[in-house]
């Protein structure tokens, strides 16, 4: 268990639909990022939040959207979905610990599979 | 605007031998990772390299940074099976948001 936890694991709906995607991350980290995961690709950043606010985005498609609530979970909505949007959709997370650097600590991600 | 490149983006190789996946990166940097996916699962962290010259081994892995190259490897010895999987590295900006770049991946295959 890396501490970055994620629900669902997996996701089947229809086109045209709207899900919700959780991200909890590692207790004491303030950043969350989400990447998408499409088969056999490379990791493709969506968007950061920093305590609570957008940090930096990504190629987020104008259907995606995400927020960071007080207690840090994040949650990445996406809506109008279509068979493109199937993919693995990681969240993240870090914080600055003495002489390591960041790095990234990733939760077990959400397959979604539209159909 | 930070890029990585990797290379070779896929690698077959036979057990028993040894090979290097090279991490390009385009701006100046001293922190650069290394992660590991195994298909369908998440990403793991292998290695954290933290200024020029660090080196770590883990088993049959090693990494690498270069700083002045801007370059970062990835060395496997002696490949085995248990090591086929993408490797990533990634790359922190020197200055302000910590979002890593990632590079496009490394996918190895270890034939028996």
């Known amino acids: 268990d890396s501490g970055v936890t994620q629900t669902p694991k997996h996701l089947i709906t229809a086109t045209g639909q709207r899900v919700t995607l959780r991200c909890s991350p590692r207790?004491?980290?303030?950043?969350v990022y989400w990447y998408q995961q499409s088969l056999d690709q490379g990791l493709q950043f969506l968007i950061q939040y920093y305590n609570g606010e957008e940090r930096a985005k990504g190629n987020i498609l104008e259907r995606f959207s995400a927020q960071q609530f007080p207690d840090l979970h994040s949650e990445l909505n996406l809506s109008s979905l279509e068979l493109g949007d199937s993919a693995l959709y990681f969240c993240a997370s870090s914080s600055r610990l003495a002489g390591l650097g960041y790095g990234y600590t990733f939760g077990s991600g959400t397959r979604l599979t539209v159909v | 605007e930070l890029k990585v490149e990797q290379n070779p983006l896929f690698l077959s190789m036979q057990e028993g031998k040894n090979y290097t996946i090279y991490c390009n990166y385009s701006?100046?940097?001293?922190?650069l990772y290394w992660y590991r996916q195994d298909p369908g699962k998440s990403l793991e962290s292998l290695f954290v390299?933290?200024?020029?010259?660090a080196v770590k081994q883990e088993g049959r892995l090693m990494a690498s940074l270069d700083t002045k190259a801007r370059l970062s490897t990835l060395h496997i010895t002696a490949a085995v099976h248990d090591l086929s999987a993408t490797y990533f590295c990634a790359v922190e900006p020197p200055f302000g948001n910590e979002k890593l770049t990632f590079g496009t991946g490394t996918r190895l295959t270890i034939i028996p």
């Open positions: 390299l933290l200024s020029n010259g």
């Open positions: 207790s004491g980290d303030l950043s």
């Open positions: 701006t100046t940097s001293d922190r």
